[in-house]
């Protein structure tokens, strides 16, 4: 069973526009982890944010993680063409390594 | 390229027949991780290595589905009797145990189409 929802499932916006995926999980996480994939490749790591951090930066990235609220968010801002993929968010609990993913949410950048 | 690789890309096979999937990981990483997707869908978890060591597994992993990592370095997953809902992608990924938190390195994965 999957532990992360993303909203949307879609999101279409035109290229410079800032994206806002949010993701909910249902039990206590040890970190967050946003991943990208590419229509029919392999996911590309973005960012981790640890469950005592509330925010995160990394490029044109932004992350928020609020564990009150078993919620999370990922901010993409001067969206490009490029950035146009699936993200998911993913988590790991307890002792476990292993990730537990969202469905993802569809991006499409318009040029 | 030092990423994580899959091998074959791609698979067809006849219901009933056997497959076998290899996962060359990242080479100082000591942690290998199997898992599906299916179209629409995030991954879900199968297996995962600890060097040599297979330290949890899904239940999705049922009897059909075998893994190895023999000598702690590259893996393979075996199905066997494949059946039409094990058409999917079988994605690898690896990680190095620090303190910093688990962030696993994906390869390209292996799709599976069962006919």
């Known amino acids: 069973s999957q532990q992360g929802e993303e909203d949307p499932q879609a999101l279409s916006i035109q290229e410079g526009e800032n994206a806002t995926m949010n993701c909910s999980y249902k039990?206590?996480?040890?970190?967050l982890q946003w991943y990208r994939q590419n229509s029919g490749r392999g996911l590309v790591h973005l960012i981790l944010?640890?469950?005592?951090?509330r925010e995160k930066h990394s490029g044109r990235l932004r992350v928020t993680l609020d564990t009150s609220k078993k919620s999370s968010s990922l901010l993409i801002t001067a969206s490009r063409a490029a950035d146009t993929a699936s993200y998911f968010c993913?988590?790991?609990?307890?002792?476990?390594?292993?990730?537990?993913f969202g469905k993802g949410t569809k991006l499409t950048v318009n040029p | 390229d030092t990423g994580v690789s899959q091998d074959p890309r791609h698979k067809i096979t006849k219901r009933g027949q056997n497959v076998t999937f290899r996962c060359d990981p990242i080479?100082?990483?000591?942690?290998l991780y199997w898992y599906r997707q299916t179209l629409g869908q995030g991954p879900e978890f199968l297996t995962y290595?600890?060097?040599?060591?297979?330290?949890?597994k899904s239940r999705l992993l049922s009897d059909r589905f075998s893994a190895e990592r023999p000598k702690g370095s590259f893996s393979t997953l075996e199905i066997q009797r494949t059946e039409q809902g094990d058409s999917a992608m079988y994605l690898c990924?690896?990680?190095?145990?620090?303190?910093?938190?688990?962030?696993?390195?994906f390869g390209p994965g292996t799709r599976l189409t069962v006919l």
């Open positions: 990924a690896s990680s190095l145990i620090t303190g910093g938190g688990n962030e696993q390195f």
């Open positions: 039990t206590s996480i040890n970190n």
């Open positions: 944010i640890r469950s005592n951090e």
């Open positions: 993913a988590g790991s609990q307890g002792g476990s390594e292993k990730l537990v």
């Open positions: 080479s100082e990483h000591n942690r």
């Open positions: 290595f600890q060097n040599e060591a297979q330290l949890e």
